[in-house]
């Protein structure tokens, strides 16, 4: 059971690892760098599926098994990535204070320690990998939604040197194109390039007493003001 538990959980790592570098969060990044995370997501996942095969002749509990890792992995793959960029995007310039509808982040929050306190009470005389295994899987994918959560909760939006910075969301400078302000100026909308021929409006609603300074950072920083 440990050895099969090892490679999994070895898997995971590296399939997190992987996805943190590959998640759209971290669009500045070199080839070099999404090459290797490419790499480490594809061997990640391959560490996952072949300890899940060892672990019970059923083909569902193989499936469930690989499923739940596979979860937790991207969710904490996603948390690392956000956690980077809040270190990576340099210099804060304005801090709006405000944040996304926390609604969902208050599910997520809220449902974690549940979950966790539900697998907690299923691992009582456990000794089989089959049941062994899956249970972990299913704690890290709770503990996994509660940091999501977390972060959602406490990430506001800010104007960085490299970009825009919000709760699971990095917008570069250069991906900005034109900005407007509406409803008596305290909505932001700014029109965002995501690839070659997709766009997309980014809202962010601004306290009145950040609005100049605001202002002159997007008048500095984006080409564009309608």
Known sequence: M??????????????????????????YQTGWVKGLSLALALAGLGVIVAGALRTSPIVSVRFAIGSSYFAAATLLGGSAATLLINRLAGRVMIDLGTTLPKGFAWILVVTAPVGL??????????????????????????LAFGIWGTIG????????????????????????????????????QISVRRGVSRESTLKVNVPPERHQMADEILAAKVSKKY
């Open 153 to 188: 909760l406490r990430t506001s939006w800010r104007f960085t040197e490299r970009g825009i910075v919000g709760p699971w969301a990095f917008v570069p400078w250069k991906n900005c194109f034109s900005y407007l302000w509406k409803d008596a100026e305290q909505e932001l």
């Open 2 to 27: 440990t050895h099969d538990f090892l490679i999994i959980f070895l898997g995971t790592a590296l399939l997190a690892a992987g996805m943190s570098g590959l998640h759209p969060l971290n669009s």
């Open 117 to 142: 306190f539900s697998v907690w009470k299923q691992f009582g005389g456990v000794h089989e990998s089959s049941v062994f295994i899956p249970l972990v899987g299913q704690a890290l994918y709770f």
